[in-house]
């Protein structure tokens, strides 16, 4: 007969335990029973980098690696890309349902009302060196954030909750716009809140007093899709990073600064940036079955392919090659599209791409939409931050209520020195 349990047998004492076995997992803490001695601490998993560690349950993002397929609340991305908003879909990842008509205006005008910065920290974005990365200027400006709002310390408070949210969601793209003027020497444009959330941005980072100004509707509409595909991932590096930081209840402007650094890297939140780099080292067409020898021998990887948990295509990856030839059509494109495109094509005949399931990520076709936007490369992960901080506060806000959570604390092997004495410096 079947039990939804485990057996383990522990062969240093042939004692046996039967540990239960809930959605396919067993709880960390059971292993503890295993002992040699009475006042051994217990057995532990080592686990390096989580691997194979689920730290929280979550109802928000479902990610099934081999059949590519990713859900937002159990809408599929695809869909949500299609029909939806970013906004929209941020508040479907903060409170769980698609709003009604009059919420979702509820929701879009209280996050419109709160895009202007404190003047404090328009002063501190300004005293930045002139080309620090805005990256840095991002992470700097949302832990300042926590001085200018200290009611926000009061994480267990739900309205203070929220009201932060309204801020964060409102402010990150005037901050990452200001960041941007500030690199390339322009005066800084306030919000125009009659514009929409990715056209506002546009607009914040453009704008240059021409009197036929005009955010093409086609280029937010795609910067739009760009931000529902980046919304949220799950327990990613960044993601992890808020809901461990959130945990000591520090107030979340400080935790997503945390989050938004962890994103910094371009383990994370780089790749779109790499691909470009790869691409401009390709150089040409004509170049390309060599540098695919190269991949083959291990010298080089083919950035914007393979995933940790995608083993077949990316679905974001459907969406934004879509969304690239259509921002291609209304602007001067990238230089390196010919390249990536063919690049593509080789490597999804090939075996060895083939037998390794790797596909296009999300981040492939990305950093050549930015490009034909005419972002610089460094500010690519700004565009990742932005969308991802919805991500991050639906995540923060389910640790939070989660009774199963406390401060995130994990264990260690220990293999250093036993006790031993300190040495007088003039003896060692
Ligand atoms: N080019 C060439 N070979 C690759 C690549 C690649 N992009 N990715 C994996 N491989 C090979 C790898 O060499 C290994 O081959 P072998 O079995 O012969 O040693 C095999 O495929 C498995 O690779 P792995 O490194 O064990 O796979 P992983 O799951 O640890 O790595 C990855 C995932 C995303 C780090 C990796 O595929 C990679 O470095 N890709 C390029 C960087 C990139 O595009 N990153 C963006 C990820 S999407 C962003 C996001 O979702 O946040």
């Known amino acids: 007969m079947s039990k939804n349990t485990l057996t383990i047998t522990d062969n240093r004492t ?82 769980g349902e698609l709003p009604s008509k009059d919420r ?73 716009a200001f960041a941007y003027r500030h690199r390339i020497g322009r005066p800084f444009n306030n919000p125009d809140n009659s514009l929409n959330y990715t056209a506002n941005l546009l607009y914040m980072m453009d704008y240059m007093n021409q009197p036929d100004y005009e955010v093409k509707p086609i280029l937010s509409k795609a910067l739009d899709i760009l931000f529902i595909l980046h919304a949220d991932h799950e327990q990613n590096c960044s993601t992890a990073t808020m809901r461990n930081v959130g945990s000591s209840r520090v107030d979340p402007y400080c935790a997503l600064s945390a989050a938004a650094s962890a994103l910094y890297g371009p383990l994370h939140g780089g790749a779109n ?9 390709v150089g040409s067409v004509a170049n390309i079955p060599n540098f695919i020898d190269r991949v083959k021998k291990g010298e080089t990887r083919l950035m914007g392919f393979g995933h940790r948990v995608y083993k077949n295509y990316d679905p974001r990856a459907k969406t934004i090659r879509k969304v690239a030839y259509e921002v291609f059509d209304v602007t001067e494109g990238s230089p390196l599209l010919e390249i990536a495109v063919e690049l593509e094509r080789i490597a999804l005949q090939d075996d060895y791409f083939i037998e390794r399931k790797l596909y296009p990520n999300v981040d492939f076709y990305s950093g050549l939409i930015y490009q034909a936007l005419r972002f610089p490369i460094e500010y690519f992960p700004s565009l990742f931050a932005i969308p991802r901080a919805s991500g991050w506060l639906s995540q923060w806000l389910e640790m939070l209520d989660d009774s199963e959570q406390k401060i995130a604390r994990p264990r260690q092997v220990y293999l250093g020195h036993q006790r031993r004495d300190y040495v007088p410096i003039n003896e060692r």
């Open 104 to 176: 979702l205006d509820w929701w879009v005008y209280r996050i419109s009302r709160h895009t202007f910065l404190h003047n404090s920290l328009v002063e501190l974005i300004q005293a930045f060196r002139y080309d620090a990365h805005p990256m840095g200027i991002l992470i700097s400006s949302l832990a300042a954030m926590s001085t200018l709002y200290p009611e926000a310390k009061k994480v267990e408070d739900p309205a203070i909750r929220e009201k932060q949210i309204w801020r964060i969601l409102g402010m990150i793209p005037t901050v990452a």
């Open 273 to 281: 940036e790499a691909v470009i780099r790869m691409l401009n080292t």
């Open 14 to 95: 042939g004692k046996t335990y039967e540990l239960p076995i809930e959605n396919d997992t067993i709880q960390a803490a059971d292993l503890r029973k295993i002992k040699v001695k009475e006042d051994d601490f217990g057995m532990m998993s080592y686990d390096p980098a989580y691997m194979n560690t689920a730290s929280c349950k979550s109802t928000i993002t479902y990610i099934d690696g081999d059949k590519g397929i990713l859900e937002y609340r159990g809408y599929p991305i695809e869909q949500l890309a299609e029909h939806s908003s970013y906004l929209e879909v941020a508040y479907l990842l903060l409170y």
